[in-house]
């Protein structure tokens, strides 16, 4: 098992940035793939990034690509999310996920572990 603990959300002005963190807590986190997902109020949560354990296989959804940056630090069990050029329809809570079952996958139900969410809010 691995629990995830997510960091770095909060109120940022459209057009900027923030970086978030989730840190990973039990073994073998290296064999894990990682991903973020985000959910805007009403909304469904969505995929926004994965990232494998070799960081080989990066993927990013359309509404994100080009703007965020996935990232992972193995030797400190840390999954990264560098975002730029936020926009207002970025506000939502973000959420780390990790499975140790599959290589890849943008489908939340494939994720077996979720860290609680980090609120990221940008204002027009």
């Known amino acids: 098992q691995v629990q995830l603990v997510e960091s770095g959300g909060g109120l940022v002005q459209a057009g900027g940035s923030l970086r978030l963190s989730c840190a990973a807590s039990g073994r073998d986190f290296d064999m894990y793939v990682m991903a973020w997902f985000r959910q805007a109020p009403g909304k469904e949560r969505e995929f926004a990034a994965f990232i494998n354990w070799s960081r080989s296989g990066i993927h990013y959804s359309d509404s994100v690509k080009g703007r965020f940056t996935i990232s992972r630090d193995n030797d400190k069990n840390t999954v990264y999310l560098q975002m730029i050029n936020l926009k207002p329809a970025d506000t939502g809570v973000y959420y780390c996920?990790?499975?140790?079952?599959?290589?890849?996958?943008?489908?939340?139900?494939?994720?077996?572990?979720w860290g609680q969410g980090t609120q990221v809010t940008v204002s027009s």
């Open positions: 996920a990790a499975d140790n079952t599959r290589a890849y996958s943008t489908i939340a139900d494939d994720y077996a572990y």
